[in-house]
């Protein structure tokens, strides 16, 4: 435990501020132009676009399309496939992220129960839609740009767990609230089907078997990984920009700021509470855990939303709020775990 706080503490104060050298200013540039503004530069570039109808919901399905089956996976194939890993899983890690999504998870369930009078599916949805990380569209770039590919194993670990730990409880609940029409066990099995079918999971199931067999990547494979993969995190963004324009603020304001405020700031102390008081998670893990938990609220939350009919404006308000706010917490944060 002493040995994960010393670590935070050598992670804060590594590149302490020199007001005579002017090293934490520098620091400051780089993270604004190396990683905020080609970050959220990009993003919003695409809301322009599909705002001023120059780039359509057809064109942005196909860049969707084309970053999730190809791009994302190949570019984290070849990170995993060339990382080195660890001699044993930090099992705090997942401990410290998925104990603080759940608490958040609780804590939006008892805001909606006590603060506005929801129903349990309804509160369900809601504890979603605190708990829930936009990892795909945003958390992968983002922490591929911030911290290289040495972030690749941890992202891989907190991708390959995040639906399969956080929708069999919600949709077991929701179900449960509505008379239990879904077995647990159909649940899972759909979930199970639908994770196996991800090309992303593909992608870093492969890049691992390459790591732990200490095989290098065949040249023309690498080169085809390379080139599609660099177009990742670019068209990854520019499409979830465009994206949000499918979203609003509606209705009462209320229900998302508690939701925004639970998953940008809560959610995120939480981890980084956990990771280096708790347990003994290294300093890259703890940067890339506490930067994922701080991710806006996702498209599944939304998904879930419209599937059963409930919180459907304050799931889509939560999602377009929390992302517009991410440029200043999200900023805010790098500027804190600096590596």
């Given amino acids: 435990m002493a040995r994960g706080a010393s670590d935070a503490r050598r992670l804060t104060n590594?590149?302490?501020?020199?007001?005579?050298?002017?090293?934490?200013?520098?620091?400051?540039?780089?993270?604004?132009?190396?990683?905020i503004l080609p970050v959220f530069g990009t993003l919003g570039l695409g809301y322009a676009a599909a705002r001023l109808k120059v780039f359509d919901e057809a064109a942005n399905r196909g860049l969707s399309v084309f970053v999730f089956n190809f791009a994302l996976p190949l570019m984290l194939f070849r990170a995993i496939a060339q990382a080195e890993l660890p001699a044993a899983m930090p099992w705090g890690y997942l401990l410290s992220y998925y104990l603080g999504a759940f608490a958040v998870f609780g804590l939006a369930m008892a805001a909606g129960r006590l603060l506005f009078a929801r129903r349990l599916d309804e509160q369900t949805v809601l504890g979603l839609g605190g708990a829930f990380s936009n990892t795909g569209m945003l958390g992968i770039p983002l922490v591929m740009t911030a911290y290289g590919p040495s972030a690749a194993l941890p992202l891989f670990v907190m991708i390959a767990c995040h639906s399969l730990l956080m929708l069999p409880p919600t949709t077991a609940l929701i179900e449960a609230a509505r008379g239990g029409r879904q077995s647990i066990g159909a649940t899972l099995l759909n979930l199970a089907k639908s994770v196996l079918a991800t090309p992303i999971i593909w992608g870093l199931s492969s890049g691992l078997a390459f790591a732990l067999s200490g095989s290098?990547?065949?040249?023309?494979?690498?080169?085809?990984?390379?080139?599609?993969?660099?177009?990742?995190?670019?068209?990854?963004?520019?499409?979830l920009g465009a994206s949000l324009t499918r979203y609003s603020l509606g209705g009462n304001l209320r229900e998302p700021a508690v939701l925004v405020a639970l998953k940008t700031v809560v959610h995120p102390a939480l981890v980084w509470l956990l990771a280096t008081q708790v347990f003994e998670v290294p300093p890259l893990w703890v940067m890339t855990g506490v930067l994922l938990a701080a991710l806006p609220a996702g498209i599944t939350p939304y998904l879930f939303a419209q599937r059963y009919k409930v919180c459907e404006a304050t799931v889509a308000s939560a999602v377009f709020l929390s992302t517009v706010l991410s440029v200043a917490t999200l900023s805010a944060l790098l500027f804190l775990l600096r590596p």
């Fill in 14 to 35: 590594k590149k302490a501020p020199d007001r005579h050298t002017g090293q934490h200013k520098e620091s400051a540039l780089d993270i604004i132009f190396g990683i």
């Fill in 216 to 239: 290098a990547i065949p040249g023309p494979l690498d080169a085809v990984a390379k080139g599609l993969g660099g177009a990742a995190t670019p068209c990854a963004l520019f499409a």
